[in-house]
């Protein structure tokens, strides 16, 4: 477990010198986020690269809209029923091994993808792979409220789950390019070979989190004595205030709790709609092959990374958490309607694909600026898995019900305007939150 209790006695670190203090943080955010975005890149790759699968294999293997929709949903049963043990686990044990277990056991799972062959394979590979990968999310961000407090957290949150609109940019052009150009080689398909070349990064990744990652700030030895003790001293003033060590029943008896995982499943529902359909929806634009829609994915995504790490800076910048979810959410929700009334017009489709991705990957890191602010030490290992959890359920109901829509209409557009309705209800949610509990 983590070491996070401040040496007794120890004074203060240069502590009339703020910008030696902005330094130390800037040093931290230089060895540990580009590192945790890039496990984070591959992590989604792994999770969503189905989305362009989807593209051949629905044919190659006669699945309909309806058995693509719960597969791509099966992933969140089996990441709801391990994701709370994974916290705790990690917690207890460390980051460093943990996520290192996590990265390796995903990355064998999403590799075995390649000999799905039936609808019962495809969703017993997804539940194992939510399985596999269940923990990975919340430990890391449990694992920033090690280093980082709260008035600094949003930001990095934000910064670290810009990884996922990266990991559209990469993936879209990457995916496009494999399924294109291996298929047929020695005798399998394009999207046979998307899944076992996608795979290698995550194995390579878990092995690169067990050389490289810390379990916590008195574990770092490239920090000095100095450092760690004001980086202890401004944890432990962060967590003054906050629910620490209650039992687990008072934890998920917080009715805060479930406010959030209803917040935080609003959200989940209009990303996971976007990202597992975001193939399809350039496609049904008017743009044809698969390296082209790979491409084209990149746009909005690109579009998104600029908008998370904006507001990330400014809700950290003026410490104000409600507005800057609700405003992003309130322009995923116009996205989502613009692009499905632009319908084959590819230009106006595409800019509003760029609205939907920013608005709606922008809400989910700047959600987790709410519970942390309330949440420390084993309160947050499990509140915050709990809230992942529930919400990620989001991902099961989202692709389930546009591939049942789709089947049933024959168009994504009234999907589209479901989840419109959802993000709309989530801000909504959003403001009955008091400002006092979280803007901080």
């Known amino acids: 477990m983590p070491e996070m209790t401040p040496s007794v006695g120890a004074a203060p670190f240069n502590a009339s010198a703020p910008a030696a203090e902005s330094s130390l943080y800037r040093k931290i955010t230089w060895r540990l986020l580009p590192f945790l975005m890039l496990c984070y890149v591959v992590a989604y790759l792994d999770r969503v690269n189905v989305g362009f699968a989807k593209l051949q ?7 309909s809209e309806t058995v693509y929709g719960l597969g791509a949903g099966v992933f969140f049963i089996g990441y709801f029923l391990f994701e709370v043990p994974s916290n705790v686990i990690l917690h207890r044990v460390g980051a460093r091994i943990w996520i290192a277990r996590i990265m390796i056991t995903w990355a064998i ?41 709260a008035e600094r957290r949003a930001r990095m949150v934000a910064t670290f789950m810009a990884a996922i ?99 935080y499943f ?18 049904s634009a008017g743009v044809s092959g698969v390296f082209n829609i790979g491409m084209f994915t990149a746009i909005p995504y690109s579009a998104a990374v600029v908008a998370m790490l ?27 309607v613009g692009s499905a009334i632009a319908g084959g017009n590819t230009g106006v489709a595409v800019v509003f694909l760029c609205f939907g991705a920013a608005g709606v990957l922008t809400s989910a890191p700047l959600f987790w600026s709410l519970p942390t602010a309330f949440l420390s030490g084993s309160a947050a290992a499990a509140g915050i898995a709990a809230i992942n959890s529930v919400g990620n359920l989001a991902g099961f109901a989202s692709p389930y019900l546009i591939g049942w829509l789709k089947d049933l209409t024959h168009s994504t557009n009234l999907g589209m305007y479901a989840l419109a309705g959802v993000l709309l209800a989530g801000a909504v949610a959003v403001l009955t939150v008091p400002g006092r509990l979280v803007n901080r």
């Open 310 to 336: 904006l507001f990330g800076r400014s809700a950290d910048k003026h410490r104000e958490r409600r507005w800057h979810l609700v405003v992003p959410m309130l322009l995923g929700a116009v996205g989502l």
């Open 266 to 283: 609003c959200c989940v529902m209009g990303q996971y709609g976007l990202t597992f359909w975001m193939p399809t929806l350039v496609k």
């Open 57 to 63: 294999m629905l044919n190659d293997l006669k699945f």
């Open 165 to 263: 609109p990266v990991s559209g940019v990469i993936g879209g052009p990457l995916s496009g390019w494999v399924m294109e150009s291996f298929a047929g080689s020695h005798g399998l398909a394009g999207w046979q070979w998307m899944f076992l070349v996608e795979a290698v990064p995550s194995a390579l990744m878990g092995i690169a989190v067990l050389l490289y990652l810390d379990n916590g700030i008195r574990a770092a030895k490239w920090l000095n004595e100095d450092e760690k003790r004001l980086l202890e001293q401004r944890i432990a003033e962060d967590r003054k205030d906050k629910v620490e060590h209650p039992s687990m029943g008072a934890v998920f008896a917080d009715r805060r709790l479930w406010l959030m995982a209803l917040i």
């Open 109 to 149: 799972v999403s590799g075995a993808f390649m000999f799905v062959s039936s609808p019962v394979t495809f969703y017993v590979m997804r539940f194992l792979l939510g399985m596999a990968e269940a923990g990975f999310f919340p430990g890391i961000i449990l694992y920033l409220t090690y280093w980082y407090p």
